[in-house]
């Protein structure tokens, strides 16, 4: 799962697998923002959790 970007933003996901979460590391042009954390069940966090994650958070601050 690679990075989204989106108008000067970069979203980068990461997850554990054996504790069942994660966290989006938000950076506007290279600076860290912040971390959205995360659960999710199975192997690995859906691509559609994650892009779903990205839209609220871009939404909520009008990016």
Do not use: K
């Amino acid at each position: 799962m690679g990075a989204i970007e989106r108008n000067g933003y970069t979203f980068e996901p990461e997850f554990s697998v054996t504790r069942q979460n994660g966290a989006i590391h938000v950076y506007w042009r290279g600076r860290f923002v912040e971390e959205i954390r995360f659960e999710f069940s199975g192997e690995f966090p859906e691509h559609d959790l994650i892009e779903e994650l990205v839209n609220h958070y871009c939404f909520e601050h009008n990016i």
